[in-house]
């Protein structure tokens, strides 16, 4: 599994230099903030929902590479996806990093399956998790700050 590992580092190295979506949006329909106190990773997420459609989607913050790197690729893969689309995504993220025996992770948009590497570093598994956890809290109009906690 040399190769993969290998993608996996490039892949992160690659979005925590230029983090695709790493702005704020100019009038976002939905937002919320997270923050791991494990790691000190803080992400905030913007949406711009149009019916059932996310129109756009960015993020800002601070963290460790895991965590930009996934929030990155969160936001790169789900832009102009529905609604529904990035709910079974997020099912899907939180299985292949935390279900004892995942499901394909193929089935992720985008390059989403590589960050399937950071199993191997359960202490990373809340940071690659916790722009998704924002997401979700987003998409749910939660106003309070979610925490992997
Ligand atoms: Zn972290």
């Given at each position: 599994m040399a190769g993969?590992?290998?993608?996996?580092?490039?892949?992160?190295?690659?979005h925590n230099r230029k983090p695709r979506n790493f702005r704020r949006l100019?009038?976002?329909?939905?937002?919320?903030e997270g923050y791991n106190p494990l790691c000190?990773?803080?992400?905030?997420?913007?949406?711009?929902?149009?019916g059932d459609t996310l129109r756009d989607i960015a993020f800002q913050g601070s963290g460790c590479a895991i965590s930009k790197a996934s929030a990155?690729?969160?936001?790169?893969a789900l832009k102009g996806k529905t609604v529904g689309e990035?709910?079974?995504?997020?099912e899907q993220f939180r299985?292949?990093?935390?279900?004892?025996?995942?499901?394909?992770?193929?089935a992720l948009p985008g390059r989403l399956a590589?960050?399937?590497?950071?199993?191997?570093?359960p202490i990373r598994i809340k940071c690659a998790t916790l722009p998704w956890h924002t997401?979700?809290?987003a998409l749910q109009g939660r106003g309070e700050p979610v925490t992997t906690e």
């Open positions: 993969l590992r290998e993608l996996y580092q490039e892949v992160i190295l690659d100019g009038a976002p329909t939905a937002a919320a000190g990773d803080r992400i905030s997420v913007e949406l711009e929902v149009e990155s690729m969160m936001t790169a990035a709910a079974a995504a997020i299985a292949m990093l935390t279900d004892e025996r995942p499901a394909d992770a193929s590589v960050l399937e590497g950071v199993r191997e570093f997401l979700r809290a």
